[in-house]
């Protein structure tokens, strides 16, 4: 059975580029390991929110395959 973990990051305005390199990074060889993801699946959309200003709400769903 694959292990399916659920990420769920707000990100501010304008920060969509910082946040999108920091999570190509996790492809590097510093970052390598014996479980690593199979497939990645990234979901963006705008949520307004009434406290704060317009943010970004990404969903980073990460696939893994069985132990």
Same mark, same amino acid.
């Given at each position: 059975?694959?292990?399916?973990? *659920? @990420?769920?990051?707000? $990100?501010? =305005?304008?920060?969509?580029?910082? /946040?999108?390199?920091?999570?190509?990074?996790?492809?590097?060889? *510093? @970052?390598?390991?014996? $479980?690593? =993801?199979?497939?990645?699946?990234? /979901?963006?959309?705008?949520?307004?929110?009434?406290?704060?200003? *317009?943010?970004?709400?990404?969903?980073?769903?990460?696939?893994?395959?069985?132990?």
């Amino acid at each position: 059975m694959t292990v399916l973990a *659920r @990420f769920i990051y707000e $990100v501010k =305005p304008g920060r969509t580029g910082d /946040f999108l390199e920091k999570l190509a990074q996790a492809g590097s060889p *510093r @970052f390598t390991s014996p $479980v690593m =993801p199979r497939a990645f699946k990234l /979901f963006r959309c705008s949520v307004p929110r009434p406290e704060t200003e *317009r943010l970004l709400s990404v969903e980073l769903l990460t696939e893994f395959l069985p132990l």
